[in-house]
Nanobody, 119 residues
């Protein structure tokens, strides 16, 4: 099992910045992709950004140029730097980790952290 602990959410005014982090622990061998999803009230959970073990990154169109994802494999931690925040970015942000072990792919999710952007 992999446990994920997120931190860094909160309340910020539009145009401000927040940084999220997510630390993985437990059976972390084989972690390949790490990323962030978000879910606003009444909406589905959507990808925000992801980063592979080969350092390939992709972003949702709505956050390109404003958000930046990075990872520190020595700490098994993924980060999301969010700049120029908009009220539309308000959501619960979930950390995600994909692990491949013995040929099996397993996804793990954090508990979620609230990000609220006021106008």
């Amino acid at each position: 099992q992999v446990q994920l602990v997120e931190s860094g959410g909160g309340l910020v005014q539009a145009g401000g910045s927040l940084s999220l982090s997510c630390a993985a622990s437990g059976s972390v061998a084989g972690i390949s992709v790490m990323g962030w999803y978000r879910q606003a009230p009444g909406k589905q959970r959507d990808l925000v950004a992801r980063i592979t073990s080969g350092d390939f990154r992709n972003y949702a169109d709505s956050v390109k140029g404003r958000f930046s994802i990075s990872r520190d494999d020595a700490k098994n931690t993924v980060y999301l730097q969010m700049n120029s925040l908009k009220p539309a970015d308000t959501a619960v942000y979930y950390c995600y980790v994909g692990r491949i072990r013995f040929g099996l792919s397993t996804d793990y999710w954090g508990q979620g952290t609230q990000v609220t952007v006021s106008s």
